[in-house]
């Protein structure tokens, strides 16, 4: 396509259930952001890939936090036994290389943890 | 480590008004800075960026300069509209990191 996508757009879970977050960057896009915003915040950096390959993944808050990039391409957040702390919006950015180039975002993800 | 300071909000203006939205940064090495606008109910969209000291980024009448002496982006628009509500974000990027850095956003409502 020609922008991020992301999906579910919203997703509501109860507290304790496991959830997956899916992104599909642009097209040859070599490098994929995921950041999580919480309400009235700023994004802020969870991971990034260069290619399949999870180069950092410092901004993750805890071992229950899982992204993966198999192929290079779609990524997937998982979230395990998720926690009210856990909503937040989240947002996928993709860029052509791995330097300054602008990051391209997608609409992002509501995750409401009830 | 990196950090962006922004303006705080909510800024509301009169269309037609000139805005200013101060940003400061701290950050190792030689950054590229960015503003970010987000629309309601929509994801960031790219508005302008600069990579150097003394670089102006514009788009949609909006203008920023990196000023490395006084470590700010401050965004400015000559007149605003009220297409132009949304939160702004301003950001950097360090080759260090390879992650943006945002600030907390601002907030703006232009009035008719």
């Known amino acids: 396509g020609a922008g991020v996508s992301q999906s579910p757009r919203y997703k509501v879970a109860k507290r304790g259930q496991d959830v997956a977050l899916r992104c599909d960057p642009i097209s040859g896009h070599v490098s994929l952001f995921w950041y999580q915003q919480a309400l009235g915040q700023g994004p802020e950096f969870l991971t990034y890939?260069?290619?399949?390959?999870?180069?950092?993944k410092s901004g993750l808050p805890s071992d229950r936090f899982f992204a993966e990039r198999p192929e290079g391409s779609v990524s997937t957040l998982k979230i395990q036994r998720t926690q009210q702390e856990d909503s937040a919006v989240y947002l996928c950015?993709?860029?052509?290389?791995?330097?300054?180039?602008?990051?391209?975002f997608g609409d992002g993800t509501r995750l409401s943890i009830l | 480590g990196n950090s962006v300071t922004q303006m705080e909000g909510p800024v509301t203006l009169s269309e037609e008004a000139f805005l200013t939205i101060n940003c400061t940064y701290t950050a190792t090495g030689y950054p590229s800075l960015f503003w970010y606008v987000q629309y309601p109910g929509e994801g960031l969209q790219l508005l302008l960026k600069a990579t150097k000291a003394d670089d102006k980024g514009s788009n949609k009448g909006f203008e920023a300069t990196y000023r490395k002496e006084t470590t700010s982006f401050h965004l400015e628009k000559g007149s605003v509209q009220v297409s132009d509500s949304a939160v702004y974000f301003c950001a950097l990027f360090s080759g260090s990191a390879r992650q943006l850095t945002f600030g907390s956003g601002t907030q703006l409502t232009v009035l008719p």
């Open positions: 950015a993709s860029s052509p290389t791995g330097g300054d180039q602008p990051q391209h």
């Open positions: 890939f260069q290619n399949e390959a999870q180069l950092d």
